[in-house]
């Protein structure tokens, strides 16, 4: 007889190497302290630094007044926001979306739990790349499935297509990409993600099981330099669209997002059906009401992206001048620079030292790298580099 008062689901969870190290960081390691002291310069989580944007907050406003007596009551997927979020995903993605073919999640974090647990079964196998977004793991051990990681290419940050098919089998259902990529800032080209659809085709061709793509892309509308966004969905119709608006808005506890399936995609009917059922038993993963009514103004802003690029250049191009190595991310607000040891954890913590907060490549499982976020202020920014000087000097007179 056991007396473990936890599941093994549970374990096999906390276990999971990004989850724990980030769920520590976060929590046990007096970073929530830590990140308030006078003088200490904040970049590793991608929380605002400074007060929303006033249309946020009169939008919210507006929409917590009750209209009527069921204001307040429970809430699927209300048809103005899923209007309103195909109109704006038309925009983004050159695809005729439609509502009826989005479903309201409760942020980014909720249209993948959802997108995992429609479409796979307990034991199926999902591929993913590295780095990858610290919870992949633990979303896919949380629904019963197998991760199955593979390396992005070192040099260019792009997808190895050579390892996805590589890793592939009779077992795989779903295959995640993120783009623009969080930590790296890659947007994936157009001829690879065609190259991709090609591969998938062949590969649920070849087994006769139809693989599934989830496309992660939260910052689908923070690209820079003119660059063009262009998603999987639009080259491979079996794709499932996860957004969250947490990102553009820069509102990441106010849990809204969705999950979208393409025009093109055979059967999204009944897969819709299924995306409903697992939101109602996994625990009613809709946003709240107030939420849905703000949508149609919410998609109406975004952050200041001419500050955020700006924020971008000043903080790449000081680095590179300081002697680190760094490329220039084409979206996101992440910059994902080579650590100048090969112990990053311990650059990191000389770093902290000096009270720079950042996060080490080993939460991403990349060691050797560092992520900093850009939604600190540039005040911040301007701050740090002095310090950012001094470590480097640190480590090459150690």
Not at 125 to 135: D, G, K, M, R
Not at 292 to 317: C, F, I, N, T, W
Request: proline fraction near 8%.
């Amino acid at each position: 007889m056991s007396d473990r008062p936890f599941s093994e689901r549970s374990a096999r969870i906390g276990a999971a190497a990004p989850f724990r190290m980030v769920f520590d960081f976060a929590r046990k390691s007096g970073y929530q302290e830590r990140r308030l002291e006078p003088g200490v310069l904040d970049f590793t989580f991608g929380d605002p630094h400074e007060m929303p944007l006033p249309d946020y907050v009169e939008a919210l406003r507006e929409a917590v007044v009750p209209r009527d007596e069921l204001w307040f009551a429970y809430k699927f997927s209300l048809v103005e926001a899923q209007e309103a979020a195909a109109q704006s995903l038309r925009r983004v993605v050159d695809l005729p979306w439609t509502a009826d073919r989005i479903r309201m999640t409760t942020g980014g974090f909720g249209a993948i739990t959802l997108a995992l647990k429609s479409v796979a079964d307990p034991g199926d196998e999902v591929v993913y790349s590295l780095p990858p977004w610290f919870l992949y793991e633990a979303l896919a051990l949380e629904a019963g499935l197998v991760p199955v990681k593979v390396r992005v290419d070192a040099q260019t940050f792009d997808l190895d297509l050579d390892a996805i098919a590589a890793a592939i089998t009779d077992r795989t259902r779903l295959v995640i990409v993120n783009s623009p990529n969080n930590p790296t800032g890659r947007i994936y080209p157009e001829s690879t993600l065609r190259a991709l659809a090609d591969l998938l085709e062949t590969a649920s061709a070849r087994h006769g099981r139809r693989i599934y793509l989830i496309s992660d892309e939260p910052y689908n509308r923070i690209v820079f330099d003119g660059a063009r966004f262009r998603s999987p969905a639009e080259f491979y119709p079996f794709t499932l669209l996860c957004y969250s608006y947490g990102k553009t808005l820069l509102a990441p506890g106010q849990r809204l997002g969705y999950l979208a399936l393409p025009p093109q995609m055979p059967d999204a009917v009944q897969l819709i059906d299924a995306v409903e059922s697992v939101q109602v038993a996994a625990g009613w993963l809709f946003p709240n009401a107030v939420m849905q009514y703000a949508v149609p103004r919410l998609e109406a802003l975004s952050l200041d992206l001419a500050h955020l690029q700006a924020k971008r250049d000043r903080m790449a191009g000081a680095l590179r001048e300081l002697g680190y190595d760094v490329a220039t991310p084409e979206g996101t607000f992440y910059l994902f620079p080579r650590s100048p040891l090969a112990d990053d954890e311990a650059f990191v913590e000389m770093l902290a030292r000096e009270g720079v907060l950042v996060m080490p490549g080993r939460l991403f499982e990349t060691p050797g790298y560092f992520r900093i976020c850009l939604t600190a202020t540039m005040e911040t920014i301007e701050a740090s580099l002095p310090r950012f000087a001094t470590v480097l000097a640190q480590t090459r007179s150690s």
